[in-house]
């Protein structure tokens, strides 16, 4: 059998049929002071016992309308009843009893029947039945005791009072349980739509892709941020609006089309379209549409509840830069490339090998000038394609399985002077560069080899581009206050162009047509390796000429409690 819950009684609707008993109470003990009043003064007797007892009665029910409103007593049985059914069921019998000759109340004890079905358990509604039941016997006894009526019909009269007042106490509880599995059920499917709304709404503003939902009308209902980036115009537009009443409908007209063939043709369309908005570059766009389920069965009766609008199908569209797709495309051709690559380097490396000690061997037995220039040339080439091998190879190094890299840490301070004296030491003349180290003992999570592979790359690829000041190339370490660690590399050459700067660290990409392309890939591939990460930025430093400007790689550290990201899988090589 089910049981009246307190989180059911909480809910509003039992809280306003809780009242509504209360108002009830009210208006009874209202009522019956009116009637005693009319009743005394109509048959010329004066009653004051019944008189007080329903002018108390009123007051205590209004007492506890007023401070008992907002606050229905626990199903369970307990003392909490007693103030609204005890006193009921007391003033019933003291009116009864007083007034034998005159009046019948034995009608209301249906009230607190009724409150006990529908507010209390099961078992209190039984109860309470049962108490009010005994009355009614204890009433006939008395009748009989005092030679009012007949005996067989006054005990007659309160079993059949007794089992309709059991009928109406089970049926009113039932239908109260039934209102609270039914108001459980609603809030439950309530809560689980708007955790469902709360969900989409977060998937949606978080996707990198546009998602517009629109109608037939080409009315706006959702956007999320990328749609109204990808949307173009020099302002945002705010969500809802129409494609059709803006001044950059004209630039809209694409989307509209789309849309319009789609609910004509009742299935998803697919189409590349350009966005054209006055003194704007166009947007390329890739759109597909879904159409949305009818709200109606078919040839179903449309539904009162439901305007024409909300019956209508919506035509949910999702907006795709073409220029981030062909970026994509282009970054995984360049993945496969690298991979290839890899596997053919490393074929090359054994023939290349024995063309170099061949050439050298020859070399030794030259003696004309031509033929020996023509030999330099072999071996300066041949070991160019080496170090392109090389390259080439580290690509795979780089990507082994995680596993296999140590997780070290090491003083960062320490590693950064050592490999810069390193690198400084191969040329003092050429390679001058001026260290500021204010990292302090910050330990980070890297591998030393592999941090000295990251700062030769840095320092070669910013010796190639700085001016001849010797404060043209500076080496920096700090720390931010929450004891983040970073490295930062920075050279006074021209600033990049932005087509370059958009390319730096992707593999086989190089503005220099000597170049393999595969230093700045290296070092992310090492950083990410490590939990790290770089970036490049142009950024002014003091010099002995003033702030200049320049260009800055900067590596971020992890802290060293956390541990490295693993590496791929799908880019793994063993060489």
């Not at 004066?46 to 007593?73: D, Q, T």
């Not at 109406?168 to 809030?187: D, F, N, S, T």
């Not at 260290?435 to 592979?453: C, I, K, Y």
């Amino acid at each position: 059998m089910a049981l009246l819950t307190l989180s059911a009684l909480d809910d509003k609707p039992f809280v306003r049929l809780w009242r509504g008993f209360l108002t009830g109470r009210v208006m009874v003990a209202l009522a019956l002071l009116v009637l005693q009043i009319l009743w005394q003064a109509l048959n010329h007797t004066s009653e004051p016992a019944a008189l007080a007892i329903s002018l108390a009665y009123f007051g205590a029910a209004l007492v506890l309308r007023i401070w008992k409103r907002n606050a229905p007593p626990t199903p369970a049985i307990g003392p909490q009843w007693m103030v609204s059914i005890g006193m009921d069921l007391a003033v019933v019998c003291a009116l009864q009893w007083l007034q034998a000759g005159g009046m019948n109340y034995t009608p209301l004890f249906g009230l607190p029947i009724l409150l006990a079905a529908v507010h209390g358990t099961l078992l209190l509604a039984l109860g309470t039945t049962a108490v009010v039941s005994l009355l009614l016997l204890a009433w006939a006894w008395w009748l009989n005791a005092h030679g009012i009526g007949d005996a067989a019909q006054n005990y007659l009269q309160g079993a059949l009072a007794g089992m309709g007042y059991f009928i109406v106490a089970y049926l009113a509880h039932e239908l109260a349980a039934r209102l609270v599995r039914e108001q459980q059920h609603a809030q439950q499917s309530l809560m689980t739509a708007q955790l469902q709304s709360e969900v989409s709404a977060l998937v949606i503003q978080s996707l990198e892709e546009g998602v517009l939902v629109l109608d037939a009308h080409a009315d706006v209902h959702m956007a999320n941020p990328a749609a109204l980036l990808l949307l173009g115009g020099r302002h945002p537009t705010a969500v809802p609006f129409s494609l059709t009443d803006d001044t950059r409908s004209a630039a809209w007209q694409p989307l509209v089309a789309l849309a319009q063939r789609s609910f004509v043709q009742g299935h998803a369309q697919a189409a590349d379209v350009y966005l054209q908005h006055p003194d704007e570059s166009p947007v390329a766009l890739h759109v597909r549409t879904w159409l949305t389920p009818s709200r109606t069965a078919p040839g179903a009766p449309p539904q009162p509840a439901l305007t024409a609008r909300a019956n209508e199908r919506l035509c949910v569209m999702f907006l795709h830069d073409l220029r981030a797709m062909q970026a994509r495309l282009r970054t995984e051709k360049l993945a496969a490339m690298g991979r290839m690559s890899a596997a053919v380097a490393h074929e090359i490396r054994n023939p290349l090998a024995a063309i170099t000690q061949a050439n050298a061997l020859l070399e030794e037995d030259l003696h004309d000038p031509a033929q020996r220039r023509l030999a330099q040339m072999v071996r300066e080439n041949a070991e160019r394609l080496a170090r392109i091998v090389e390259d080439v190879l580290d690509i795979a190094r780089v990507q082994q399985q995680a596993q296999l890299a140590p997780d070290a840490t090491l003083a960062l301070d320490d590693c950064v002077a050592r490999i810069c004296s390193e690198w400084q030491a191969q040329e003092p003349a050429r390679r001058r560069v001026n260290v500021a180290l204010q990292a302090g003992n910050v330990q980070v999570g890297f591998d030393t080899e592999h941090l000295r592979r990251v700062l030769y790359n840095l320092l070669d690829n910013a010796l190639r581009h700085k001016s001849p000041e010797p404060d043209g190339l500076q080496v920096s370490t700090r720390t931010t206050p929450s004891g983040q660690a970073s490295l930062q590399v920075w050279s006074d050459g021209a600033p990049l162009d932005p087509s370059v700067e958009r390319h730096l660290f992707e593999p086989f990409f190089s503005s220099q047509s000597r170049s393999s392309g595969l230093g700045l890939y290296i070092c992310r591939e090492l950083c990410q390796r490590h939990g790290a990460s770089i970036g490049y930025q142009r950024l002014s430093r003091p010099t002995r000429r003033g702030d200049v400007e320049g260009n800055a790689f900067t590596v971020i550290f992890r802290p060293t409690a956390q541990s490295a990201a693993p590496a791929s899988l799908f880019d793994t090589f063993v060489v």
